[in-house]
């Protein structure tokens, strides 16, 4: 079992920037793939990017290439997302996830932290 916690989250502006923080509990985070999606209102919830275990590979949906980037520690158990050149169509809520067999499909994670708020503003 692992659990999820996010932070980071919260109000700015655009062109703005934010980290966003996921740690997680147990001792097998280095055996998941790492992942965060985000949901805007009204919208469905969307893949945003992906760790690999070790974190040589990364994956991006396309709308945040350039923007956001996703590392993570093994050794302290976390997960970050970067998010900078923040747009208004970023806001959304933010969750992180562990345990991917498809990086990008929701469904295919296991564990699901829970969502923080970021709001960009124009």
């Known amino acids: 079992q692992v659990q999820l916690i996010a932070s980071g989250g919260g109000l700015v502006q655009a062109g703005g920037s934010l980290r966003l923080s996921c740690a997680a509990s147990?001792?097998?985070?280095?055996?998941?793939?790492m992942g965060w999606f985000r949901q805007a209102p009204g919208k469905e919830r969307e893949f945003v990017a992906a760790?690999?275990?070790?974190?040589?590979?990364?994956y991006y949906v396309d709308s945040v290439k350039g923007r956001f980037t996703i590392s993570r520690d093994n050794a302290k158990n976390t997960v970050y997302l970067q998010i900078a050149s923040l747009k208004p169509e970023d806001t959304g809520v933010y969750s992180c996830?562990?345990?991917?067999?498809?990086?990008?499909?929701?469904?295919?994670?296991?564990?699901w932290g829970q969502g923080i708020q970021v709001t960009v503003s124009s």
């Open positions: 147990g001792r097998t985070f280095s055996r998941y793939v």
């Open positions: 760790i690999s275990r070790g974190g040589r590979n990364t």
């Open positions: 996830a562990a345990g991917a067999t498809y990086p990008g499909v929701a469904g295919s994670y296991d564990y």
